[in-house]
């Protein structure tokens, strides 16, 4: 058994099909020869690039996940602010004993109120949308962006979500749209998608 192994080096994402392999072969004198096909191609993921976003020069402002919200939509339990009495329907897990134990009479613990935030990255693929001489470089850009800011907030181990435009010559259709979680696999399911997808031509339904 012979095994031939072949390096590829890919510069540029994309979804790329490979094969179905032909393969032929015979003896040095050509008495006897063989043939073998392949019944279907292999397909190749490359993923986009991805940066941090000091390198792309996009310093966040915002802090992307849980942000203080003046709003009592959510209880912390990891930021304590204070205590309060009891009242009816309290939960016992709330209780402080020991605050409790020093003013005698039972105090129930106050937290800071929290808002999760769940980032959606959107991107923009409408062929209409770009220049005529940047659509290749401006759309490959927007796509690095989008890679790297999914890659950010997940990084974060915040969750993080995907919309676009764009087609995917997977399916042959328009994205659908990928909604916020977190953890390693999902941001791995965004990167695939951003691998495949292309400009979208505004008259495509």
């Known amino acids: 058994m ?4 072949f390096a590829l080096h890919c510069h540029r994402r994309g979804y790329y099909e490979i094969g179905p392999l032909s393969l032929h072969t015979g003896d040095l004198f050509g008495f006897a020869e063989s043939s073998w096909q ?9 993923y986009p690039k991805v940066h941090s976003l000091a390198d ?6 915002l802090p992307f996940g849980d942000m203080r919200s003046p709003q009592r939509l959510f209880q912390d339990p990891t930021r304590m602010s204070g205590v309060r009495p ?16 020093r003013e005698d009479t039972l105090l129930v ?3 800071q109120p929290s808002m999760a935030l769940n980032s959606t990255v959107v991107l923009d693929l409408d062929r209409s949308g770009f220049p005529y001489r940047e659509e ?9 962006l989008a890679a790297s800011l999914a890659s950010h907030v997940a990084d974060q181990r915040q969750e993080v979500g995907f919309i676009s435009n764009g ?3 997977h399916s042959g259709a328009e994205v659908l749209a990928v909604p916020a979680r977190n953890g390693r696999g999902h941001l791995m399911g965004i990167l695939e998608i951003l691998a495949r997808i292309q400009l979208r031509d505004p008259t495509q339904g």
């Open 109 to 111: 613990k106050k937290y």
């Open 136 to 144: 290749y470089s401006g759309s490959e850009w927007a796509i690095v």
């Open 2 to 5: 012979t095994q031939r192994r």
């Open 86 to 101: 009891y009242a009816t329907g309290d939960s016992m897990r709330h209780i402080h004993w020991r605050a409790s134990a």
């Open 56 to 61: 792309l020069g996009l310093p966040s402002l």
């Open 38 to 46: 392949e019944t279907s191609p292999h397909f190749l993921t490359v």
């Open 167 to 169: 087609a995917d010559p």
